[in-house]
Structures are given as C-alpha cells and as structure tokens.
T-cell receptor, first 117, second 111 residues
Framework: GAVVSQHPSWVICKSGTSVKIECRSL??????MFWYRQFPKQSLMLMAT?????????EQGVEKDKFLINHASLTLSTLTVTSAHPEDSSFYIC?????????????FGPGTRLTVL | DAKTTQPPSMDCAEGRAANLPCNHS???????VYWYRQIHSQGPQYIIH???NNETNEMASLIITEDRKSSTLILPHATLRDTAVYYC????????????FGTGTRLTIIP
C-alpha cells in the first residue's frame, strides 16, 4: 500500500509551452500533497504544499502564476509549468501524506524529468 | 524544522554494515528523526523514523543517543542496491508537515 504515481515520467517540450504533471495516490487518500524540484546534483527543494479543495501554499521564491497547482480530489494533484523555459528543466517530485494509519509518513512519487528546449 | 548535519559521502563494502551518522543538536522535544533515501533518478523512499527509542524494521535500524542530539542509521548487510543518497530529517510526527531535505550522505557500496 501507499503507492504514489506520477505521469508522465519524462517530458520534453519547446520553450514557451505549458506542461502538466499529474501526481496520484493509488491506494490511499491524501489530504496533503507536496511538490518538490530537484536540479542535478542538488537536494530536493519544496515548491508548494497542496491541500485538497484549497489553494496551494507556495514556498518563498516560487512563482505561483508560473507553477499552477490543482488538488481537486483526495487522490490527484497536478502541477502545470506555464510558459516553460530551459531554466525550468528539472526533476519534479511529488509526495503525499497518508490520512490513515500511516499518517506520520509521506510517500513519494517516482518523479518527472522535464526538459525544456 | 531543526537542521541536521551529515557527512557528504561514505563508502561501505558489500555485505558489511553501513553506519550513517546524523547530528541534530537543536532537535525539539516533539520532533522525530526520519530517514529517507534516494536512488539515482528516483523519488525518495521512506526508511525509518523514531523519537527516542531505538527502532528496527525490515530495512534498517535507527539508534538515537540518549540526549537525542545525534542518531545513526544502520543497514546491517549492505548490498549494491543500497547505493543512494541518504537524508536525515527531523520534524514533528505529522504527515501533513513538510519535509526539509538537507544535502544528505551519498553512500556508495563497493563490491
């Protein structure tokens, strides 16, 4: 149990286009989901915290109009990178907190590698 | 969240125990010690967590000092698949609270 998936696993897009990344909790309900970004040889940096049915909370320095987050259900959150540029190329990872007996833990998706040409 | 300090890298021979240290001298009374690992190009994987007692599961053991200012993650019989970056994180035991990742320890298992 407690599996988180992401789609797509990798994506290549042209500069100026928008890309949507999905994060799903497959076998549990997740009231809170988190979005991280990881550049090569660096650690994970939290971008935003997403609660089902409410607006996401963004970390300082993260542009909310550029990185649109929607958490419409207890099993799905989406991150849309709008007007992507090469500097947005990164590894995007989501995590979900378990609302059941495993409430202390966060479970991570496999990540989505975005390359902007 | 309190900050943690870990060595940037470690090597361990295959089959031996890997002992990964972590200092968290400013940990608060209600904060737990969590360990995650990240294999190259994958999402982080939860390993173990504890408050003050030593903990063991199928993956590893966690030894926390009595003053809780440091801890050690032990992989009892390291395999090549344990090569990863290991992150020690302290936070309250609430899955809705964010995790703050430091730089971690890059553990390399040597054949």
């Amino acid at each position: 149990g407690a599996v988180v998936s992401q789609h797509p696993s990798w994506v290549i897009c042209k500069s100026g286009t928008s890309v949507k990344i999905e994060c799903r909790s497959l076998d549990f309900q997740a009231t809170t989901m988190f979005w991280y970004r990881q550049f090569p040889k660096q650690s994970l940096m939290l971008m935003a915290t997403s609660n089902e049915g409410s607006k996401a909370t963004y970390e300082q320095g993260v542009e909310k109009d550029k990185f649109l987050i929607n958490h419409a259900s207890l099993t799905l959150s989406t991150l849309t990178v709008t007007s992507a540029h090469p500097e947005d190329s990164s590894f995007y990872i989501c995590s979900a907190s378990h609302s059941g007996v495993l409430y202390n833990e966060q479970f991570f998706g496999p990540g989505t590698r975005l390359t902007v040409l | 969240d309190a900050k943690t300090t870990q060595p940037p890298s470690m090597d361990c021979a295959e089959g031996r125990a890997a002992n990964l240290p972590c200092n968290h001298s400013t940990i608060s009374g209600n904060e737990y010690v969590y360990w995650y690992r990240q294999i190259h190009s994958q999402g982080p994987q939860y390993i173990i967590h504890g408050l003050k007692n030593n903990e063991t599961n199928e993956m590893a053991s966690l030894i926390i000092t009595e003053d809780r200012k440091s801890s050690t993650l032990i992989l009892p019989h390291a395999t090549l698949r344990d090569t990863a970056v290991y992150y020690c994180i302290v936070r309250v035991a609430n899955g809705n609270e964010k995790l703050t990742f430091g730089t971690g320890t890059r553990l390399t298992i040597i054949p």
